[in-house]
C-alpha cells in the first residue's frame, strides 16, 4: 500500500480545492456574464486529474478533453493565467485565444484541451510515436471520456499504440453521462476495460474519487510504459457535479444518484483519511483552504483587470 508523506499530501489536497473552487468560481463568472460562451467544468472529478497526474515527471505529456481545467491546474498551470485564458484575456496561457475548451501550456507539458470528442486520443497517439521515435522514456498520459470510447479514432489510436508499442497511458474518465446518455444506454459493453482486449492492452478499473489509489495505478502503468512495454488503458469510475456544460439542468439524473456520488466528494475523502492517519491535522486542512479561496479571489481579479489582445493579434502563433 502507498504511504503517502506529509509534504505529498498537502500538494495532493492542496491541487484539488483549487480546481474544486476554480470551477465553483467559473460557474459564478458564466452566471454574471463575466465569463462567456461554452465551459465544460471538472467538479467532483478532481481526485482522477491530480491523482494521475502526480504519477508523472514534469517532462511528461498530457493531452486533455473539453472538460480540461482540471488537467491543466493538476498539471502545475498558473490558476492566474488560465483563469485569464478562460476570460479570453490578453495575459492568458494562450494569449486570449483558446479560450476554456483550448487550454494548453506546452513548458508544462500539457499539449491540450480540445472540443472534439476523442480529439485527445490521435494527439497522445503521435506524441507517444514521436517519443518513441526519439528514443526517450517520457510518458503520455491521454484523458478521455466514457463517450469516446463508442468513437472510431479511440479503437484506431489503441491498435496502433498497442502495435507500435507507444509509451501511451489511455486514461478513461467514466463520469457516467456522455452529455446527458447514460454509459448503459451507449455501449453495448458497460466495462469499458473489455474494450482493450481487443488490442492485447492491458486494462484496470479504479476509484476515480480516491486520489491515492488513482495515482497507483497510474504509476504502475506508468513504469510499465516507460521501460518500452508499451500502452495500458484505465478506467477510472468518477462524476462530475455540474451539468455537461452551463446549459444542462441535468434532469436526467436523479436527487439519489447525485446524493450517493457527493457524499463520495475526493476532497472530504482524502482529507478524513490523512487525518485518520496522522498525517495532517484538521487546522492545517482549514488553512489550505483559506490559502486557496485567496488564491482563486487573486487569480479571478488578475483575469478581470487584464486587457483584451490587441486586434493586430489575430493573425499571429498560426501555423497556416
Known amino acids: 500500500m502507498y504511504k503517502v508523506s506529509k509534504d505529498e499530501a498537502i500538494k495532493l489536497l492542496k491541487q484539488m480545492m483549487e480546481i474544486r473552487k476554480f470551477e465553483d468560481k467559473i460557474m459564478e463568472l458564466l452566471a454574471k456574464n463575466i465569463a462567456e460562451g461554452g465551459s465544460h467544468l471538472y467538479a467532483g472529478m478532481e481526485a482522477t486529474g491530480v491523482g494521475a497526474i502526480s504519477a508523472l515527471r514534469p517532462d511528461d505529456y498530457i493531452t486533455s478533453t473539453h472538460r480540461g481545467h482540471g488537467h491543466a491546474i493538476a498539471k502545475d ?10 476570460l479570453g484575456k ?5 494569449k486570449g485565444k483558446g479560450g476554456s475548451l483550448h487550454l494548453a501550456d506546452l513548458s508544462k507539458g500539457n499539449l491540450g484541451a480540445n472540443g472534439i470528442v476523442g480529439g485527445s486520443l490521435g494527439i497522445a497517439t503521435g506524441a507517444g510515436l514521436s517519443i518513441k521515435l526519439q528514443k526517450q522514456d517520457r510518458v503520455v498520459v491521454c484523458f478521455f471520456g466514457d463517450g469516446a470510447t463508442n468513437n472510431g479514432i479511440f479503437f484506431e489510436c489503441l491498435n496502433m499504440a498497442s502495435l507500435w508499442k507507444l509509451p501511451v497511458i489511455y486514461l478513461c474518465e467514466n463520469n457516467k453521462y456522455g452529455m446527458s446518455v447514460s454509459v448503459e444506454r451507449a455501449s ?9 482486449l481487443a488490442f492485447d492492452m492491458p486494462s484496470e478499473s479504479v ?8 495515482k497507483e495505478i497510474v504509476s504502475k502503468w506508468v513504469n510499465h510504459a516507460r521501460k518500452g512495454k508499451g500502452p495500458s488503458f484505465i478506467v477510472s469510475n468518477t462524476y462530475r457535479y455540474y451539468g455537461h456544460s452551463r446549459s444542462d439542468p441535468r434532469v436526467y439524473r436523479t ?21 485518520e492517519e496522522g498525517i495532517l491535522k484538521e487546522n492545517e486542512i482549514k488553512e489550505i483552504d483559506r490559502e486557496t479561496d485567496k488564491e482563486i479571489e487573486e487569480a479571478t481579479e488578475y483575469a478581470i483587470n487584464s486587457p483584451l489582445p490587441d486586434p493586430e493579434d489575430l493573425y499571429t502563433d498560426l501555423y497556416v
Request: net charge negative; glycine share 6%.
Open 77 to 86: 498551470g498558473d490558476l492566474k493565467a488560465l483563469m485569464a485564458e478562460i
Open 90 to 94: 490578453k495575459t492568458g496561457v494562450c
Open 188 to 196: 453495448s459493453v458497460v466495462d469499458l476495460t473489455k474494450k482493450a
Open 207 to 214: 476509484d476515480g474519487q480516491d486520489v491515492i489509489a488513482v
Open 255 to 275: 436527487k439519489e444518484e447525485e446524493k450517493f456520488w457527493k457524499e463520495r466528494d475526493p476532497i472530504v475523502l482524502f482529507s478524513n483519511k490523512m487525518m
